[in-house]
């Protein structure tokens, strides 16, 4: 039983061990209930699985809130609404890799069920050498701070780049050293089949498979920015984890009801570029005012308010935009006709 108290990165053992249960708990759920069989997930399951996983990381925040005080409980939900609302791009990438495999919505799930498993290993690793890295070299975290505000600057000037699928060097490496199909084999990664040239069944590897590892490639990149987001709002290794892998968690079902739709949230990539310049500014403004941080209930607040703006100011001026650029497209052909 002592092993449980084993202090794990400021935490003991059985609070790491809590989490993880409760993970697997809601992954064993998400597969063994909600899909249990294979099918093409619409718009509204999409918007309830998504309303319950918001609700389960609430209700942990409520537990977070209870063993590790108020402001931690701020801060865990301040990583939570932040990396949610960073993974809204990562939701577009998906569907331009899904769109550029040409993999149909009823496989598309088990490649983002993977995917997250692949996360929370990933994102495991990535904060724990951010945590020894801080701890040694304490003046990274106004690297990352300068990182955030170069980043969020460059989002606003420049714009979101076009993500090219064809460019990704993992996906070239793969193509020039493994053995391909061409066509699916409905939702499995790796099938048997004989060699063109020699006849002998060889294994190959499928586009689900590349889809797959082209999405965990992608998640990597967009942890660039997020990794230092939220050791921006905190170094709590236990509070950066959970608030992570929570929002990602809800991101497989999120996918089904924002992918169609997210291009219609046309200032949400201008809000999380603001929300990334606030953030990375936190650390020189509270040296500035000679505190040792920016109260974390300010900062929830200002990243919400900021974020509820792009999504109002969406929601407002996309549609009169829209008539806008129809009535000059009208306007236009009315004059070519009159010219001719």
């Known amino acids: 039983m002592d092993t449980l108290f084993i202090d794990i990165m400021g935490k003991p053992a059985w609070m790491w061990l809590a989490f993880l249960l409760l993970v697997l708990v809601l992954l064993v759920f998400d597969l063994g209930v909600f899909h249990r069989n294979s099918h093409e997930i619409g718009v509204r399951e999409s918007l309830f699985l998504s309303a319950f996983y918001i609700g389960v990381a609430l209700a942990f925040g409520g ?11 701020v801060l865990y939900l301040t990583g939570f609404v932040v990396e949610k609302s960073l993974a809204m791009d990562n939701i577009f990438v998906i569907a331009l890799i899904f769109a550029y495999f040409n993999i149909p919505r009823i496989h598309q799930r088990r490649v983002l069920l993977w995917g ?12 724990a050498a ?8 304490e003046w990274m975290l106004y690297l990352f701070a300068a990182f955030l505000i170069f980043s969020g600057i460059k989002m606003l000037v420049m714009g979101d780049d076009e993500y090219d699928v064809a460019q990704n060097p993992v996906l070239r490496l793969m193509q020039r050293r493994c053995r391909l199909t061409e066509e699916l084999h409905g939702e499995r990664f790796f099938v048997r089949k004989p060699d063109a040239k020699t006849g002998r069944m060889l294994t190959f590897v499928t586009p689900l498979f590349l889809a797959l590892v082209v999405i965990e490639f992608a998640d990597v990149v967009f942890a660039v920015d997020s990794i230092p987001a939220i050791f921006a709002i905190t170094t709590d290794p236990y509070i950066i984890y959970t608030s992570n892998i929570f929002a990602i968690l809800g991101l497989r079902a999120l996918y089904f009801a924002l992918a169609a739709m997210l291009h219609r949230f046309t200032y949400l990539s201008q809000a999380l570029a603001i929300v990334l310049v606030f953030i990375g500014s936190k650390i020189f403004l509270a040296d500035a005012l000679g505190l040792t941080k920016i109260p974390p209930a300010w900062s929830l607040s200002i990243t919400i308010g900021i974020l509820v703006s792009g999504v109002v100011l969406s929601i407002v001026k996309a549609p009169r935009e829209e008539e806008s650029d129809e009535a000059a497209v009208t306007s236009s052909g009315e004059a070519d006709a009159v010219r001719r």
Do not use: C, K, P, S
């Open 63 to 73: 537990w977070v809130w209870q063993t590790m005080g108020d402001d931690a409980a």
């Open 116 to 127: 997250i498993l692949g996360v929370i290993i990933l994102r495991a690793i990535m904060i």
């Open 130 to 137: 951010g945590v020894v890295i801080i701890e040694r070299f």
